[in-house]
C-alpha cells in the first residue's frame, strides 16, 4: 500500500507542475481553466487506476523491483495453454508475495508441471530462478523442486545401556 500512496502524491506532484506551467504561460484564461479542470480530473483517475493495477499479475519484463534475489517460491501457479502462465511468488526477505505473468511457452509449462510434481512427492518447496524474462541458461531449470536439506546427524548413544530395574512391589502378609 505504501507503493500505491507513493504514486499517488508523485502523480499529484506532476500534475501540480503541469497546472502551474499551465497558469503562467501567455495564453487565454479559458486554455488556463482547461488544463486546471484536466489536472484535476487526472488525480482520482490516476490513483483509481494505480489500485485497479495492484490485483493485477505483472509482467515478467517488468520485474525490476525484485533485482536482487536470484529465486523465489512459487506459492501458486496457473497455466492457461496458448495464453499464459500466472505465478505467484513468495521472496524470503519480503512480506507480500508478488503476481507474475509469463508468455505462454510449451517447454517452460512441461518444466513447470515436472517441478510441481518432483515438489509435491518429495514435500519440498517449488523455486523459480530469476529473472523471469531471462535467457534461458543451460542446463539450468527455470522451475525446480528445491533439494531436501541433509538430515542431522544422529547423536553417539552412550557405550554403557541404560538398565532399568522394575519397582518393587509390597508383598501382602
Avoid: C
Avoid at 10 to 31: C, D, E, K, Q
Wanted: aromatic share 8%.
Amino acid at each position: 500500500m505504501d507503493l500505491l500512496l507513493s504514486l499517488g502524491v508523485t502523480s499529484g506532484v506532476l500534475a501540480a507542475v503541469l497546472v502551474n506551467i499551465a497558469i503562467w504561460a501567455p495564453r487565454r484564461l479559458w486554455v488556463k481553466l482547461a488544463a486546471l479542470a484536466t489536472a484535476a480530473a487526472l488525480l482520482p483517475v490516476a490513483y483509481l487506476g494505480f489500485a485497479e493495477l495492484l490485483g493485477r499479475p505483472k509482467p515478467a519484463e517488468l520485474q525490476w523491483s525484485e533485482t536482487g534475489h536470484d529465486r523465489a517460491t512459487v506459492l501458486a501457479a496457473r497455466m492457461r495453454e496458448g495464453e499464459a502462465i500466472y505465478l505467484w511468488l513468495g521472496f524470503d526477505d519480503l512480506a507480500e508475495p508478488r503476481s507474475y505473468v509469463l508468455p505462454w511457452d510449451d517447454a517452460a509449462a512441461r518444466e513447470l508441471h515436472g517441478a510441481q510434481g518432483e515438489a509435491e512427492e518429495s514435500g519440498a518447496q517449488l523455486r523459480v530462478r530469476l529473472p523471469l524474462d531471462a535467457d534461458p541458461v543451460e542446463n539450468q531449470p527455470l522451475f525446480y523442486a528445491e533439494p531436501q536439506p541433509a538430515p542431522q546427524p544422529k547423536a553417539q548413544q552412550s557405550e554403557d545401556p541404560l538398565w532399568f530395574q522394575r519397582p518393587s512391589v509390597p508383598s501382602e502378609g
